[in-house]
């Protein structure tokens, strides 16, 4: 099937990660001004419309089948949704960069924001022109001493912006993509509303919020007080509760299972599923929608470039020999049997396989004998050694 796309194709080479700065969450944000800066409300509806700048702002999509999106005019089925942001008071922690975070804090002086090692080390020179622009795979640095303790997001951010970029480089970060003091939450990205859609509850037309949407609005009222509270003036500690509670509502937005912290509840009692609840674990998105599973009509293809990479040892008998054979003079689904694979037999001799015909080759077949045979139309796979998912190589013309 042909793309409709006018886009130039080309081959992708590598999948980059990276982490989101506060300036490019402001720049996908579509709750900008006029209209308001940010997430700013509480409430969901005004006059029972969807409200600007509140929890449930239209221009992050539709929540129901008869309204239209105010950014890209689409309906509940052609809206692809469209974040937001909240301007956070003051930076807090993302959980999911905490230990990252802790692990550089351990590598750099926080008084200077320098690196705690002699860069004219020979040894470090030469762990630098070893690692140089190859991808991060695991840390063995050992902890060093603190000097001083970093009480909170703020402090911290502080600590990670005076980093240079030579330093960054040297912590094993690429300050393109990712810079330290973007581990530090100052700008809270939100999700569209098809990610949080609401429910009506029965004929009553109330509608029940999601937990995520209610997240938000904690997180938009502590945040609220929060910065009225440093406007007026209150006393330290007042502050460093509300900093506190901030990081609290959006720890458990995005890991409502954090050891060591109370789950945000309900009022009913229930702990709020957080983001990475619905994400991870085999009834998450991944292996619980997106995955196949181990009933009919879930087969997923395979590429050709693929299978031929994949092979199974299958026994000579009197009774597949002629099916083997077959399978051997099919070049384009035996192709490997033609050139690397090895055909193994009882004796010690290692059949490597440099006939020039296939009708060659087919003579090697004995009983008894293995053969590395690659995984062909209708053939079964699955997954290991954990089994996610079932695969069935359908009969079309790219496996």
């Not at 008869?66 to 469209?82: E, I, K, L, V, Y």
């Not at 550089?104 to 926080?110: D, E, P, V």
């Not at 009913?268 to 619980?288: N, Q, T």
């Amino acid at each position: 099937m042909q793309s409709e796309s006018s886009v130039t194709l080309r081959k992708i080479k590598r999948v980059q990660f990276g982490i989101l700065g506060p300036d490019e969450i402001k720049r996908m944000s579509v709750t900008v001004p006029p209209h308001s800066d940010g997430i700013m409300y509480p409430e969901s509806t005004e006059n029972g419309k969807p409200k600007l700048g509140g929890i449930m702002d239209p221009r992050q999509g539709v929540s129901d089948r008869f309204s239209r999106c105010q950014t890209c005019a689409g309906n509940m089925n052609d809206c692809p949704g469209h974040f937001g942001h909240i301007e956070l008071a003051k930076p807090v922690f993302h959980v999911g960069f905490f230990n990252k975070s802790l692990r550089i804090l351990r590598c750099i002086c926080f008084y200077c924001s320098k690196v705690l090692v002699d860069k004219n080390n020979p040894k470090m020179q030469s762990i630098l022109a070893r690692t140089a622009g190859t991808p991060k795979k695991k840390d063995n640095g050992e902890p060093t001493d603190e000097n001083k303790k970093p009480s909170h997001g703020g402090c911290v951010m502080e600590i990670f912006k005076n980093i240079s970029d030579e330093e960054i480089e040297i912590l094993g970060m690429d300050c393109k993509y990712a810079r330290p003091e973007w581990m530090i939450i100052s700008v809270l990205p939100v999700a569209p509303l098809c990610v949080r859609p609401s429910v009506v509850m029965g004929g009553s037309g109330l509608r029940c919020q999601d937990d995520v949407t209610h997240k938000y609005s904690d997180i938009i009222k502590v945040n609220t007080e929060l910065r009225r509270n440093e406007a007026s003036g209150a006393a330290a500690h007042i502050l460093e509760q509300g900093v506190l509670e901030l990081q609290f509502h959006v720890a458990t937005m995005m890991d409502n299972t954090l050891p060591g912290l109370p789950r945000a509840m309900q009022k009913s009692g229930r702990p709020l599923k957080s983001i990475s609840e619905r994400l991870k674990a085999k009834e998450g998105r991944v292996r619980g929608n997106l995955m196949g599973k181990r009933v009919d009509f879930s087969a997923l293809g395979v590429p050709r470039s693929i299978a031929s990479n994949l092979t199974y040892p299958e026994i000579v008998t009197p009774f597949n020999i002629d099916h083997l054979q077959r399978l051997v003079e099919h070049w384009r689904a035996y192709r490997s049997a033609l050139s690397s694979k090895a055909i193994r037999s009882p004796s010690p001799n290692r059949l490597q396989g440099r006939a020039a015909h296939s009708r060659q080759r087919c003579d090697y077949f004995q009983p008894t004998a293995y053969s590395a045979q690659d995984v062909y139309d209708g053939s079964l796979g699955e997954s290991s050694p954990v089994v996610y998912f079932s695969i069935e190589l359908v009969r079309h013309n790219s496996l």
